[in-house]
């Protein structure tokens, strides 16, 4: 069984695998395909560095915030495999045991937040105050 790490690519490269040979048995090829569409290899090129000219100073940033958060936890944690947590209504959910459990918790935690959210600012309006957006 594949990490769940690898799936998503795995189907990605099957998939583009299946259609390139499906295409290829037409006679249709990459450079036919980026003609219609007007682009080149250079376009694609100069594309890939704007977004990563882009993306990179975020990342970084980003990467000084979260890695010093996140690498003490890491290096803290118990040893051993992480337990697996299953719903006993997982199995007539018709979805894998780890799915169903997450959905139907999120589910109620987000209806009881919603809910509890409404009634204070409903209680709060009945009783006659006034939100305002300035501080006095």
Sequence with gaps: MQHANFRTPTKVVVTSLIVGTILAH?????????????????????????????????????????LPIWFPFYILRPPGPKPRITHPSA??????????????????????????????????????FTPKRTSE
């Design 91 to 128: 199995a007539k959910a018709g979805r894998s045991r780890r799915a169903a459990p997450r959905l139907v918790m999120n589910e109620a935690v987000i209806v009881t937040t919603a809910t509890t959210t409404m009634m204070m600012v409903q209680m709060a309006l009945i009783s006659g």
């Design 26 to 66: 037409f006679g249709i090829t990459a450079e036919q395909l980026m003609h219609e569409v007007e682009l080149s290899a250079d376009c694609i090129k100069d594309y890939a560095r704007k977004g990563f000219a882009w993306a990179w100073p975020s990342l970084l940033l980003g990467a000084l915030v979260i």
